[in-house]
Nanobody, 124 residues
Framework: QVQLVESGGGLVQAGGSLRLSCAAS????????MAWFRQAPGKERQFVAT????????DYADPVKGRFTISRDNAKNTVYLQMNSLKPEDTAVYYC?????????????????WGQGTQVTVSS
């Protein structure tokens, strides 16, 4: 079992960058597929990015491809989301999630553990 804590959110102007972190306060992340999801006001939570246990395989939602990068440092028990060229439509609460399975995926219902979320606001 893991407990996830996100950080790094904030207010940024369009075109700017932020790096989100997701750390395990208990447990170890190296056995888990990790992912980031986001939920904008009035909208359903949606997939953003996922990464394999080793970090060698990643996948992204189309709206963030080429702008966001997911990575992990298993020695630091942390997963990151580097967000560049931010747009107002990226405004959302960002959640990290962990799933004890073999392959990265975007099916949020299958993720077992979730963080509390961190707010990202992009002003125009």
């Amino acid at each position: 079992q893991v407990q996830l804590v996100e950080s790094g959110g904030g207010l940024v102007q369009a075109g700017g960058s932020l790096r989100l972190s997701c750390a395990a306060s208990t447990g170890t992340l190296r056995a888990y597929i990790m992912a980031w999801f986001r939920q904008a006001p009035g909208k359903e939570r949606q997939f953003v990015a996922t990464i394999s246990r080793s970090g060698s395989n990643t996948d992204y939602a189309d709206p963030v491809k080429g702008r966001f990068t997911i990575s992990r440092d298993n020695a630091k028990n942390t997963v990151y989301l580097q967000m560049n060229s931010l747009k107002p439509e990226d405004t959302a609460v960002y959640y990290c999630a962990a799933d004890l399975t073999l392959f990265p995926h975007s099916s949020q219902d299958e993720y077992d553990y979730w963080g509390q979320g961190t707010q990202v606001t992009v002003s125009s």
